[in-house]
């Protein structure tokens, strides 16, 4: 789509909104492009077009649908977070750390704020285009030294996990876009941007990411019909394999060495987080609790005494908030695999030029959660908000609420 004619179809868009629907969708646009540069400017964006979202409800309720999917087991899990936060040794600091349930409204504001397919399409390769100029810039700054574990790229994120799970989201997107069937022509430059993505990834060096972006890629197979996607991604992957470093070869080797130190490192980290679980399982230790209570639960034979996470999503939401607030998170996402897997075969079925979305919605869903197990990237906000944008893509541009 040639930039004149995309911009002109923006503001088409945009005229014909109310205000408030305006400034939401605007803000909108603006949580995509910054979204992998800088985490301020995306929660700004972000946040403040979810508040303009919902001011809209009351006076353009014509423009908004107003559909809210999955609001029971979001509602449960927001509940139970805050009855940990009230009985946590320190309630209003965990009250401050629960803050970042704001971050599940981006999921509804994107819902409700893209109206159409054109809309849904040019936000993913505006996105593509502000990760691919941030993976380039990264390449560009990395490359020349060594790529090993002592050198992890991490774009313009704080760490190189963070850079993985942003990733593992943006990249599922690009492949669902560019190779599930249906829909108009893809641009070529998307493609250059998805390459970027995917070096990009390599550098971080992050195994739950690879793993977990392994997993997007089965689901856009078969899920979306289209082996051409595995092929693709199998033959980058070969050709990594020979071009890329010792260091990334070792790293890969790692997944199956059962005397990996960090391996080990995780697993007795896990025990010392489910005995935390069990010790207080009604309500936990309270949000951000559990950098202070691990020490306590550590095993004698790690290594390491302290830790902030405890590297399983799933593990960590048990012994901070609760098995019941657990439970409701994985509800959640049971759930939305179910919801979004039925526009796919069911009665609810997309039509051809929409069905990457589902198909993108479902991949990225499948990656994070996989990733979740190996990493707490649930408590990451630059790829949970990401997520929940991704999240939200099988369910835009419909007229009618769930």
């Known amino acids: 789509m040639p930039a004149r004619e995309a ?5 088409q868009r945009l005229g014909a909104r109310g205000v408030w629907a305006r400034l939401a969708f605007i803000c909108l646009i603006g949580f995509v492009v910054s979204s992998p540069f800088s985490i301020s400017a995306a929660q ?5 077009g979810a508040g303009l979202w919902l001011i809209s409800l009351n006076s353009e309720g014509a423009v908004f649908r107003n559909r809210l999917p999955l609001r029971g087991p979001w509602a449960a899990f927001a509940l139970l977070t805050l009855a940990s936060a009230l009985a946590a040794e320190s309630p209003w600091q965990s009250l401050w750390d629960a803050r970042k349930l704001a971050q599940i409204l981006l999921f509804y504001f994107a819902i409700n704020t893209v109206r159409d397919e054109w809309e849904a399409r040019w936000l993913v390769k505006t996105l593509f285009a502000a990760a691919g100029l941030a993976c380039a810039w990264t390449l560009a700054r990395a490359l020349p030294g060594p790529v090993d574990l002592a050198h992890r790229m991490s774009g313009f994120f704080s760490i190189y996990m963070t850079l993985g799970g942003y990733l593992l989201v943006a990249g599922s997107i690009a492949l669902a876009y560019l190779f599930v069937p249906g829909g108009a022509g893809r641009e070529r430059w ?8 995917g070096g990009a990834l390599v550098g971080t060096f992050s195994r739950n990411a690879w793993v977990g972006m392994a997993v997007s890629v089965l689901v856009i197979a078969l899920a979306g019909r289209s082996w051409r996607a595995l092929a693709v991604a199998v033959a980058a992957a070969a050709a990594v394999w020979v071009a890329a470093p010792e260091a990334v070869r070792g790293r890969v080797f790692s997944l199956g060495d059962p005397r ?8 007795l980290m896990w025990q010392s987080g489910l ?4 010790d207080r399982p009604l309500l936990g230790v309270g949000p951000g609790r559990v950098k202070k209570a691990f020490p306590a639960y550590a095993d004698p034979r790690a290594k ?21 607030a657990a439970a409701a998170w994985l509800w959640a996402w049971l759930a939305y695999f179910w919801l979004a897997g039925r526009r796919l075969g069911g009665r609810k079925e997309p039509p051809p030029a929409g069905r990457w979305r589902t198909v993108a919605g479902l991949a990225a869903a499948a990656g994070f959660f996989t990733a979740g197990m190996f990493e707490y990237n649930f408590g990451d906000s630059e790829a949970v908000m990401l997520a929940f944008f991704a999240l939200a893509l099988p369910f835009m541009a419909e007229p009618k609420a769930d």
């Open 7 to 11: 911009l002109d179809g923006l503001k």
């Open 44 to 48: 700004l964006f972000g946040f403040a």
């Open 190 to 197: 998307a493609y250059a941007a998805a390459a970027l993505m």
């Open 260 to 267: 990996d130190p960090t391996r080990v490192e995780r697993l």
């Open 275 to 278: 005995r935390m679980a069990l």
């Open 304 to 324: 390491k005494q302290r830790t902030g996470h405890l590297h399983n999503s799933f593990l960590h939401l048990a012994a901070e908030r609760g098995l019941p």
